[in-house]
């Protein structure tokens, strides 16, 4: 058993209206230092696979179909592998 642990962001250039809103929301509370804020999902799948490579073709695959949208953002894994009694 493998969790991936997948970090998925938009891409540079895009705009990030969720991103502004926290930076303003953090200005107005007083943390003038903080230059800009880029918002993103991270998301655990646990999932069966015969071997590593098997987990990380699987997980590349539905990262990109389904979990990020290739088109403006992208996005990063890592397999971390698991017992199953560890899966919540």
Known sequence: ?????IKVMLKPGVLDPQGKAVAGGLSSMGYNQVESVRVGKYIEVFLRADSQADAERQVAEMTHRLLANPVI???????????SEEVS
């Open 1 to 5: 058993m493998y969790k991936a642990e």
């Open 73 to 83: 953002e992208t996005y990063q894994y890592t397999l971390v592998p698991v017992e």
